[in-house]
């Protein structure tokens, strides 16, 4: 199999490279516009030329006709009065009339024998010129004797007449035989009226119609004349043709009254089609090289993109024929791009691994949408495996048509190794959890069972020390001494400190070992029965109480609250005990939005500030024994109640001014 | 104050000292012969046997300690609720334990009553005044 060369570098192109392709493909285009406009007015001109030739030939044919038979005239006339050389005024207007009676351009004809003018035709009107002696007559003696020198008729002019308007003068010698030979009688001059001439010649219409020149070209004079027309006419490659005149020729010239370059609509409209096809023809390239640039440009970011990433990427046709891949994907298969595209996983697999791998594209197919394994795969470039997590989504064209399976590898065996590693981290937590759990729920038993014996077994003695020492002095009273009887009073009352003692521990211990649940409980209700419990007590030492709990309720463990608030009151009474003028006692809540704060306070003997931590704790005693008798362990147990209930005891107090218990509840 | 011919009672108290004091508080109101004395569980399950049997008559009260030795005095109580005639004898619990833990499972068991026993003499020998006056002459038990 003959391998593709590899693809070419994708360099965005020059940046001229872009405008002038558009340059090179209208130039042409425009070039051929021009040749081709350029043949159309040539043959334009061409046809033009033809007809102003058919029209000045057919002009010239008209003139040189009618000048012709104006001359013959004068021929005819010259030969007849040759053959009549006495003829008088009258004979000769005979002969004129009958001449020229079919002749328009004629003026007039005059006969001048000698020179002079004699006789002329018709007199009407041209008597001055009678007696006219041509030999004296600056300008028209040359002419005369120029026509008697020739032989010729010689025709002169344009000139202004002296009748009058603008003539051509054709002048015919007359010769008469005499006895010495052949002899000059004189001249016949015929006047044609040259406006006329051009009228009826239609040289005159025809100037609308063509820009004409008309100049004379006398023999011996130089340079020629205008008669007529426009004499820039001749330096415009004119179509001329000559009418030849004796003694002067006449060069008619002539182009289009817009001149041969005119511009006309078929040449306005190929130029016009060659420019639009031109722009059109550019734009149209401009756009495909625009929309092939940013496509080749889209093409290399994307493929940027595909060398960089550091997954595995590849596209594969729904056959399973490799379309793209990426270079990590190359180092998969251990062959460059070109060897794998074409092929397919059983190429270069093993074939359970392709079949697998199929396997997962169909899997893609069948769903239409992206699917995900984890698979271990082997690097073929180095031999390293990878645990790779494969997404394989169907690839569908712009009408939805499916191309493709799209393969995107994630290398995440580092990632599944601390998951590994937490999960194993995790579960040995959980084991040395539950056994701390195990070796805890034993102690709790154990201190239970512990303090469940305590309660009984060491009540039971004390209850037997106090009925016996009762007993004894029941029945054997009278048998002792009074000292021996305020001995056993001792006894008793040692007995009854180490209940109390026995039964604070026990509270306390429970409410370290209780769950304490939280209740909404009337605060008022648990101070009323508090002091209820106290109310002989009160009353004995005359305290004055004040109370105001405004009917808030907390949350609470009622057994915790109770225990907390007998404890701070039994304080309250303990400590005021000797205050003056008598012992005060008040009880306030005071809501504070989530919690209610309560203030037990007293004007009892207080205490130092510096013992404030301390007083919290179990056995801990400020105060003697004997002057106020406790247990030590009542503010413990309010603490640790308060603890588990999650609520906050402090105190504040100076030595002799009373002390002021806190209790924060929450709502 | 004088019992009742037919007030019948149990003790069950393995404390020598204890039941001494019971019987300093009793007798001088309940003919001796009527109090009859459990030392501990397995005792108290024979006579419940007996009981069943017929060959013993039941108590009309029994005051039932709670920690005893070998089977406890909340298993006694028990297996006396599960017997036919002690099924509805009012049972007394006196017990040194004013754990909230042994009061509830007492009354869930069906005892009648749960005294705890004060450390003080005077107050020991009051208590049982007003137990014996109210379980063997106010209350009437079922016959």
């Known amino acids: 199999m003959e391998s593709p060369p590899p693809p070419a570098p994708h360099g965005a192109p020059h940046r001229w490279q872009h405008p002038l392709a558009v340059v090179l493909v209208m130039a042409p285009i425009l070039a051929t516009t021009g040749l081709l406009d350029h043949f159309a007015t040539a043959h334009r001109q061409e046809l033009l030329r033809h007809s102003v030739v058919d029209r000045v030939s057919a002009l010239r044919g008209r003139l040189e006709g009618m000048l012709q038979s104006d001359l013959l005239l004068t021929r005819a006339l010259s030969a007849l009065i040759a053959s009549q050389p006495d003829l008088d005024q009258t004979a000769f207007t005979e002969i004129v009339t009958d001449l020229t009676k079919h002749q328009q351009l004629l003026r007039n004809v005059a006969a001048a024998p000698d020179l002079v003018v004699r006789m002329i035709h018709p007199l009407n009107g041209n008597e001055a010129a009678l007696g006219l002696d041509y030999r004296n007559h600056p300008q028209q003696r040359f002419a005369a004797l120029q026509a008697i020198e020739s032989g010729q008729t010689v025709v002169d002019g344009p000139l202004p007449l002296i009748q009058g308007g603008v003539g051509l003068i054709a002048r015919t010698p007359v010769f008469v035989a005499t006895a ?180 997962k594209d169909q899997a893609a197919l069948a769903a239409g949408r992206a699917r995900r394994n984890d698979e271990w795969i082997t690097f073929a470039s180095d031999g390293h495996q990878e645990l790779a997590e494969t997404i394989k989504t169907p690839v ?272 | 104050m004088s019992a009742g011919p037919h007030c019948s009672m149990l003790l069950v108290e393995d404390d020598p000292v204890d039941l001494d004091f019971i019987l300093r508080a009793l007798t001088p109101h309940i003919d001796p012969d009527w109090i009859s004395v459990a030392r501990d569980g397995e005792e108290v399950l024979a006579r419940v046997e007996h009981w069943e049997r017929g060959t013993q008559p039941p108590p009309q009260l029994i005051l039932l300690d709670l920690k005893l030795p070998g089977i406890d005095g909340l298993e006694v109580l028990r297996r006396l609720r599960r017997s036919e005639p002690g099924r509805l004898i009012p049972v007394v619990v006196l017990t040194s334990s004013d754990e909230p833990r042994d009061i509830q499972a007492a009354y869930d ?29 106010i209350n009437r038990p079922p016959s």
């Open chain 1, 180 to 359: 010495q030979g052949p002899g000059t009688w004189g001249v016949v001059s015929a006047v044609i009226d040259v406006e006329r001439l051009y009228r009826v010649s239609g040289l005159t219409a025809a100037n609308t119609e063509l820009r004409l020149g008309l100049r004379a070209r006398h023999e011996h004079i130089a340079p020629p004349r205008m008669v007529f027309g426009d004499p820039e006419v001749f330096r415009l490659a004119p179509v001329t043709a000559t009418v030849a005149l004796p003694g002067v020729t006449w060069e008619l010239a002539a182009i289009p009254t817009e001149g041969w370059h005119s511009s006309s609509w078929p040449s306005w409209l190929i130029r016009l089609g060659g420019i639009i096809t031109a722009l059109v023809t550019g734009g149209l390239l401009h756009l495909l090289l625009n929309s092939r640039q940013r496509r080749a440009n889209s093409e290399a970011q994307l493929r940027a993109l595909l060398d960089n990433l550091p997954d595995l990427v590849w596209l594969k046709d729904p056959h399973g024929v490799y379309l793209i891949c990426n270079p990590r994907f190359e180092s998969f298969f251990g062959a460059p791009e070109h060897e794998i595209v074409g092929r397919t996983d059983a190429d270069f697999v093993a074939p359970e691994q392709a079949r697998f791998f199929r396997e």
């Open chain 1, 396 to 667: 569908y064209d712009g009408a939805g048509r499916l191309t493709g399976v799209l393969g995107i590898a994630r290398n995440i065996t580092e990632r599944q190794r601390q998951q590994d590693e937490i999960r194993r981290l995790n579960a040995e937590l959980e084991s040395r959890v539950a056994t701390r759990t195990e070796e805890l729920a034993a102690l709790n038993r154990e201190l239970e069972t512990f303090t469940y014996s305590v309660s009984h077994d060491l009540k039971a003695p004390l209850r037997g020390i106090d009925g016996y020492s009762q007993l004894l002095l029941e029945q054997h009273g009278a048998e002792l001494s009074p000292e021996a009887a305020t001995f056993i009073a001792n006894i008793r009352r040692g007995v009854e400190q180490m209940r109390a003692l026995i039964d604070d521990l026990l509270t306390y211990s429970r409410m370290e070992r209780q769950v304490l649940t939280g209740r909404r409980v009337e605060l008022g209700g648990v101070i009323e029965m508090v002091l209820a419990e106290r109310h002989a007590l009160i009353v004995e030492r005359d305290i004055e109480l004040e109370v105001d709990v405004s009917e808030l309720t907390v949350r609470a463990d009622p057994d915790g609250l109770q225990i907390i608030l007998r404890n701070l009151v039994d304080n309250a009474i303990k400590f005021s005990r000797d205050a003056t003028p008598r012992p005060r006692i008040r009880i306030l809540a005071r809501d504070q939005g989530r919690r209610v704060v309560m203030a037990i306070s007293d004007n009892g003997i207080g205490f130092d500030m510096r013992f404030h931590d301390r007083l919290f704790e179990v056995f801990q005693r400020l105060h003697r024994a004997e002057d106020y008798p406790g247990t030590g362990v009542g503010l413990g147990i309010v603490h640790k109640a308060a603890q588990r209930m999650g609520a906050r005891v402090w105190a504040e107090s100076a030595p002799g001014h009373g002390a002021t218990f806190y209790l924060e509840l929450s709502r």
């Open chain 2, 109 to 137: 068991l069906g005892a009648n009553s749960y005294v705890v026993k004060p450390i003080n003499y005077e107050r020991f020998l009051e208590g049982l005044h007003q137990i014996n006056r109210y379980w063997c002459c």
